[in-house]
């Protein structure tokens, strides 16, 4: 029994693994940076998503990137309601099918939702990934970038239990922070626990409510971006 | 591609049902209650237990049950050594092997756990399971009872977005309400998307932090209690 879902699974993540690679070869071809932004639920995904839009809409023209938005959840589509405002393509996929729903993103349910996004006309694809710790870090989908939101609001002792996705991600958010007054957790210990199971892994302290941290989070985003390609 | 994972998913469930209805026997024969502890990561699940443990602590000898604790994690044991402290037995489930881990417990990780469990020297059994708002929904592990808790933290929208947990739930504890003053969010309108998506379903306004609703929880988990058998 145990051996044969280690089959199963390994096969799972070995058909994944191919079709992710069909998905970054279009986004190569279109030059557009993916971003796979995961976090347990509630975490801030959508509140960092919208400051984010909301921080290049006033920048248009000004360096600030086109982007897209493909957002998954298990069922119904608020974050894509809240996105849309902002006249931005966002696409939205359900995991939802007769099981209670798939716990995370894969790389084939981005690439049936690449039809509806005009990868031409867009510089940066943010990809929200389901509210979880485990299975999305296990997933790849094709991004050129794995980013996780922590709020201090859930602990200091996430990084310990689930060490994969703090492991999966080159850069981790710790959001919330304006909360810290009220809550009982360390800061301080919360970043050592991130740094033992990812030594060197860079941190960047948030507020999505109060906009703290958002220029540095949207710099950051700005250097990922490809150079574009020269007019011939 | 997706047929032969729907079979693959209905024959592990159908499995995992056939164990659960044996841990229910070993239940029934030990007259142990079991309740099956789910939330979001960092929802409060274990400052609950160290709450519980510590009142029916203090209350030994007059009708407070005899607990004793699974505690499911990927990986590590730190809830496990901050639930030992009580002196309860407490028994660690990791779901680490080998492919980051599985994102929550089923009936067998409950049965091989069970031979470390003195179900006869307890009354009611308590099983935190791994924290994920999808997956532990479709799983039963032979539980009596199914419990969420739902942190104000995480917004108001999370009843619509992963509605099987709601719904499989027959009490859902709303936790960390001290922090509302300080929170964009509102009570009532995470009340009424609860109602929407589980309509009569019981809500126990919680803060385990300051102790805010703790006795009505631990009057719910008495009410709980299998009769003790006559002696003979």
Not at 57 to 83: F, S
Not at 101 to 123: K, V
Request: hydrophobic letters at 45%; charged letters at 20%.
């Amino acid at each position: 029994m145990h051996m044969q879902r280690i089959r199963v699974v390994r096969e799972a993540l070995d058909a994944n693994n191919t079709i992710a690679r069909a998905n970054r070869l279009d986004f190569d071809r279109a030059g557009v940076t993916v971003v796979n932004l995961m976090s347990a639920p509630g975490a801030g995904k959508t509140t960092l998503l919208e400051r984010t839009l909301a921080r290049f809409e006033e920048r248009v023209g000004d360096g600030a990137p086109r982007m897209g938005i493909i957002e998954g959840d298990v069922h119904g589509n608020l974050d894509a309601q809240r996105l849309a405002e902002f006249h931005v393509p966002v696409v939205q996929i359900n995991t939802d099918g007769g099981f209670g729903g798939e716990c995370h993103l894969d790389a084939n349910m981005i690439r049936s939702a690449l039809p509806a996004m005009p990868l031409d006309t867009i510089d940066l694809l943010m990809i929200e990934n389901v509210g979880n710790l485990v299975c999305p870090a296990e997933f790849k989908v094709g991004e050129d970038h794995r980013v996780m939101i922590a709020a201090v609001t859930e602990g200091e002792d996430k990084p310990i239990k689930y060490p994969l996705m703090f492991r999966a991600c080159e850069l981790i958010i710790v959001n919330k922070v304006d909360l810290l007054p009220h809550l009982d957790v360390d800061l301080s210990r919360l970043l050592a626990n991130i740094a033992d199971v990812h030594p060197g892994v860079p941190c960047m302290l948030m507020s999505a409510h109060t906009g703290e941290g958002i220029d540095a989070w949207c710099q950051w985003l700005v250097s990922t971006l490809r150079p574009q390609p020269a007019m011939t």
